[in-house]
């Protein structure tokens, strides 16, 4: 019996109704008014999975039919417009868009410690009323997002302010911080929601 307990604690797979469907995503992301064409997230991305990489990649050219995606160096953007992809131990996750957009899934369990979150996220970044795995999420989607275009070395230059809770999730608008300049101009949006074990974020930048 302890054999088999073991086994089904250290199982990849969560029972089917546990599971995040595949299109609960597109619905959440259109409830929030994100810019979007499709989202899609499903465990037989997981980074756990064999072949998670290019079998995300197999789906995003046959959403946008141009080659250069199947290369695992291209990143962010094809022929008519962007593209983000991510992966946790559970599941792996797809968005494109028009404009520039970024995704990050993680699982909700993971601990972020007071050290990591004081490097990435300011005292009034941590004030904000997120969880510091939101704040992960919100940054490192922002973080995408603005990378798609821009130079950009951390997720600690990307703040985070203006969040507004809703029943089910939490908006925000981001910014760059320059060393050269430490004026905040609102570059876009995002939000961060918990879809089961899973926290995700997702951010665009301004049309």
Same mark, same amino acid.
């Given at each position: 019996?302890?054999?088999?307990?073991?086994?089904?604690?250290?199982?990849?797979?969560?029972?089917?109704?546990?599971?995040?469907?595949?299109?609960?995503?597109e619905k959440k992301l259109k409830a929030v008014k994100a810019p979007f064409r499709?989202?899609?997230?499903?465990?037989?991305?997981?980074?756990?999975?064999p072949e998670h990489r290019k079998l995300i990649r197999k789906k995003l050219f046959? #959403? +946008?039919?141009?080659?250069?995606?199947?290369?695992?160096?291209?990143?962010? $953007?094809?022929? @008519?417009?962007?593209?983000? /992809?991510?992966?946790?131990?559970?599941?792996?996750?797809?968005?494109?868009?028009k404009q520039p957009i970024g995704i990050d899934i993680e699982q909700t369990q993971?601990?972020?410690?007071?050290?990591?979150?004081?490097?990435?996220?300011?005292?009034?970044?941590?004030?904000?009323? #997120? +969880?510091?795995?939101?704040?992960?999420?919100?940054?490192?989607?922002?973080? $995408?997002?603005? @990378?798609?275009?821009?130079? /950009?070395?951390?997720?600690?230059?990307?703040?985070?302010?203006?969040?507004?809770?809703?029943?089910?999730?939490?908006?925000?608008?981001?910014?760059?911080?320059?060393?050269?300049?430490?004026?905040?101009?609102?570059?876009?949006?995002?939000?961060?929601?918990?879809?089961?074990? +899973?926290?995700?974020?997702?951010?665009?930048?301004?049309?």
């Amino acid at each position: 019996m302890a054999n088999r307990i073991s086994r089904v604690k250290a199982g990849r797979q969560a029972k089917p109704e546990h599971q995040i469907k595949p299109n609960l995503l597109e619905k959440k992301l259109k409830a929030v008014k994100a810019p979007f064409r499709r989202a899609f997230i499903t465990q037989k991305w997981a980074a756990n999975k064999p072949e998670h990489r290019k079998l995300i990649r197999k789906k995003l050219f046959a #959403l +946008t039919k141009d080659p250069q995606v199947l290369e695992l160096s291209t990143v962010s $953007k094809w022929d @008519s417009g962007y593209f983000s /992809i991510s992966h946790n131990p559970s599941y792996g996750a797809l968005v494109t868009a028009k404009q520039p957009i970024g995704i990050d899934i993680e699982q909700t369990q993971r601990v972020i410690s007071a050290r990591v979150l004081a490097r990435i996220a300011s005292p009034q970044e941590q004030e904000l009323g #997120l +969880t510091p795995i939101e704040i992960w999420a919100a940054k490192e989607s922002a973080f $995408k997002a603005y @990378s798609a275009l821009y130079k /950009i070395r951390t997720i600690s230059e990307i703040n985070i302010r203006g969040v507004k809770k809703n029943i089910s999730s939490k908006t925000f608008k981001f910014s760059f911080i320059s060393s050269k300049n430490s004026e905040l101009v609102d570059l876009g949006w995002g939000c961060v929601f918990n879809l089961r074990d +899973t926290t995700m974020g997702i951010a665009w930048l301004k049309a």
